[in-house]
T-cell receptor, first 109, second 115 residues
Framework: GQNIDQPTEMTATEGAIVQINCTYQTSGFNGLFWYQQHAGEAPTFLSYNVLDGLEEKGRFSSFLSRSKGYSYLLLKELQMKDSASYLCAVEDSNYQLIWGAGTKLIIKP | ETGVTQTPRHLVMGMTNKKSLKCEQHLGHNAMYWYKQSAKKPLELMFV???????ENNSVPSRFSPECPNSSHLFLHLHTLQPEDSALYLC??????????????FGAGSRLTVL
């Protein structure tokens, strides 16, 4: 079967760095997405990786290793507003999105 | 108004009620989706529409009935629901269906409680 694993919850301190991991087992691979969802709000697109390596976008970076079935989202200089759930999703060979259950990130002062 | 708008934001209904959820997108997208989001579970795809034609129905019970009258509007009609149907229902849109790098734009969701 198809599966996406990510930690249920993480806690980090304001100003620090946090890495949220995502491992996947899917029928084929056409890309990996990260979305951010604040409580009570719509998920919003953060990043898309289809090739191995690191994509940097401001304070957020996303890494992909297709051979290991692994990605991470790196958040630097954490701010209180980064408290949210982070959703990992993989496009399989049929371009269907397979979703992880999300990682709730709690930022403490 | 831009983006994806869902109404109502909150809905409480009894098991014998009939209600509808509404979604509008003003992004010029050709594809629209209904997802179910339950606590600590992955998003569950329910229905996909491409240019007003249903292209996917993921074994959703018939008590959920979608309707897509045009490419900007999507409805989810609800009838004789069960308490386990209580969840956040998210609408999303994208430029196309079945292409790579298909970024979804989500609405804020309709929080449904079935008593």
């Amino acid at each position: 079967g198809q599966n996406i694993d990510q930690p249920t919850e993480m806690t980090a301190t304001e100003g620090a760095i946090v890495q949220i991991n995502c491992t996947y087992q899917t029928s084929g691979f056409n890309g990996l997405f990260w979305y951010q969802q604040h409580a009570g709000e719509a998920p919003t697109f953060l990043s898309y990786n289809v090739l191995d390596g690191l994509e940097e976008k401001g304070r957020f970076s996303s890494f992909l290793s297709r051979s290991k079935g692994y990605s991470y989202l790196l958040l630097k200089e954490l701010q209180m507003k980064d408290s949210a759930s982070y959703l990992c999703a993989v496009e399989d060979s049929n371009y269907q999105l397979i979703w992880g259950a999300g990682t709730k990130l709690i930022i403490k002062p | 108004e831009t983006g994806v708008t869902q109404t109502p934001r909150h809905l409480v209904m009894g098991m014998t009620n009939k209600k509808s959820l509404k979604c509008e997108q003003h992004l010029g997208h050709n594809a629209m989706y209904w997802y179910k989001q339950s606590a600590k579970k992955p998003l569950e795809l329910m229905f996909v529409y491409s240019l007003e034609e249903r292209v996917e129905n993921n074994s959703v019970p018939s008590r959920f009935s979608p309707e897509c009258p045009n490419s900007s509007h999507l409805f989810l009609h609800l009838h004789t629901l069960q308490p386990e149907d209580s969840a956040l229902y998210l609408c999303a849109s994208s430029q196309e269906v079945g292409t790579g790098a298909n970024v979804l734009t989500f609405g804020a969701g309709s929080r449904l409680t079935v008593l």
